[in-house]
Every structure is written in C-alpha cells, then in structure tokens.
C-alpha cells in the first residue's frame, strides 16, 4: 500500500470512529435525573374488535413515549412528577381515521384522582404525536391537559400555591378544547374543574397538601419541631373545613391517604391534645390515633 492509499485509509478509518464517537454520544442520557413525569399507563382493549385489538397493541408505549420524552417544566424537581393513567377502551367506528372512546382515570397513586368519562379521540397507528399548542388535537390536548393537572398539584407541594401556573395551562387548553366541532364533549366539565381548583375556596385544600408535604419532608430531614408545626398547621386547616362541613369528601380523602404520616410525626407530642382532634376530625382512624396517644409519656 503506497503512502497516498494510507493516508486515505487513515482518514477513512478516522471519519468512521468520530460517526462511531457521535452515535454514542446520541444514545448517552444527558443527566440521569433530568426525566420530569414518570408514568404508568394501563390500556384496556377486551372491549376492541380483534382487527381494533391489535391496531391499539402499543398505544401505552406511544403515550408514555409522548408524555415522557418532553420538558413540561422549566426546572426538574428533586423526583419525577408520578402520573398514572387507566384507559378503558372503546370502538366508535371508522372515517378518514378510527376514533375510539375511553373511560379514563388519572392519579398519583397517593391522594389525587380523577375520573374522565368523555375521552373521544382519532388515531391510527402511524399517527406522530406532536406536542402542539395552536392546533387541536383530540388525543394529545387530553393527555396535555391531565399532565399539566397533576404537575400543577405536584408542584403545590413543594411551594404554596406553586402549581398555578401549570394549573392555568390546563385550564387554557380546557377553555380551547371547548371550540372544538367534533370533540367538544367533557370539555365543559374539564374546564369546570380547573376553574374550581383556580378559586378562592379551592385554596384551603392546596394549603393542607403544602404544610403536610413539607412536614413531611422535614420529619425525613430529622427537622421534627419544623415538622410538627407544618402539620399541625394543616391539620388546623382541617378542622376549620370539617367544622363547616362534616361530610367534606376532601377532606376525608386527604386523611384516609395520610392518617399513618400524621400519626407518626405527631409521635413526640408530650400531650394527647392533637390526637384527640384528629379523632374528632377523621374517627374512622380512631384507633391508630389512640394507639399513638397512649405511648405518650405523662
């Protein structure tokens, strides 16, 4: 091989490392903690004809691959905001596309749930889904919709009343989505509930989530003191609302979700007196609270 067929093959040889170079580099994650939603989606198709079965095989993977292959937020929180989803299907028939019904349900697996009973959306298996603000679409608005939802809820934990702007996302696509000519359907109620959690009377129940998340977080910082007063403050928020209200649905969900937690970070209280009025608040729980009220020491 003379000196010009190796100065090419040098070269040759080089361009196909820096290809190899750049192709890992593509395929490197950039910050292991920088994915902002987790999520877990369950799709029902028992219902689907079997050609309509199969069509929707993957359709959690596209939605999860939709929801977590982008930036909902400006900064990354210190865990991924977790969002579960439960589609239960349905055939509605075929035009230019297929359109499905679903009965959809959203949590966090914690304390926030919701039920959607009007999610009617086209698609077919080669659809891209595009995370797009300007043009309708009536299968991503509703996933972008919940999202922003549950962010803004997640958010509200860490800083008061700090998910409000994602809550006004959600409550702009909802105002949007309700001019829609085909699929206008459930956007009343969707925007209905954003505009109840936007209001005044709203914010007693994002307070409680606050004052108890951030108690919590610093019972785990062994910050106990702090801990306690954050609580006690929710749990005075609590009361008020169950004084006005005996049967608030809220509130009893909130402590059916975390009557252990607030047992345990009251735990070395020197008096009984917050027990009691978690019992008189939440007597479902009754007995954790007294099992914990009578390991104070007197």
């Known amino acids: 091989m003379n000196t010009t067929q190796k100065r090419k093959q040098l070269i040759s040889n080089l361009r196909l490392l820096g290809l190899l170079f750049f192709s890992f580099l593509v395929l490197l994650p950039t910050n292991a903690n920088s994915q902002q939603v987790k999520t877990d989606i369950t799709v029902h198709r028992e219902a689907l004809p079997i050609l309509h079965r199969s069509e929707m095989s993957d359709f959690g993977y596209v939605i ?8 909902w937020l400006q900064d990354d929180l210190p865990h991924p905001v977790k969002i579960n989803f439960e ?40 659809d891209m889904l595009l995370h797009d603000e300007s043009q309708f679409n009536s299968l991503t608005w509703l996933i972008d919709y919940y999202v922003h939802l549950m962010i803004g809820h997640e958010l509200d934990k860490y800083v008061e009343l700090g998910g409000n702007y994602h809550f006004q996302r959600a409550n702009t696509i909802a105002l949007d989505g309700r001019f829609s000519r085909e699929f206008q359907r459930g956007w009343d109620e969707r925007l209905k509930l954003i505009d109840g959690i936007l209001t005044e009377a709203y914010k007693p129940y994002r307070l409680i989530r606050n004052r108890f998340y951030r108690g919590l977080k610093a019972q785990q910082s062994n910050k106990n003191t ?11 928020i609590m009361t008020q609302l169950y004084q006005q209200n005996s049967k608030d649905e809220k509130v009893r969900d909130f402590l059916s979700a975390h009557y252990l937690q607030l047992a345990d970070i009251f735990s070395t209280e020197s008096t009984r007196t917050i027990y009691d009025t978690l019992i008189s608040i939440d007597p479902t729980h009754r007995p954790t609270y007294e099992k914990y009220a009578t390991r104070i020491v007197k």
Not at 103 to 117: A, C, E, M
Request: with cysteine; proline share 0%.
């Open 226 to 236: 702090e801990a306690k007063i954050l609580c006690f403050q929710a749990v005075e």
């Open 64 to 71: 999860t691959d939709y929801i977590e292959g982008w930036d």
């Open 87 to 126: 589609a239960i299907l349905a055939f509605l028939g075929s035009a230019v596309k297929t359109r499905y019904g679903s009965r959809l349900t959203v949590n966090n697996g914690v304390d926030i749930k919701y039920l959607d009973r009007w999610w009617i959306f086209d698609y077919q298996r080669e």
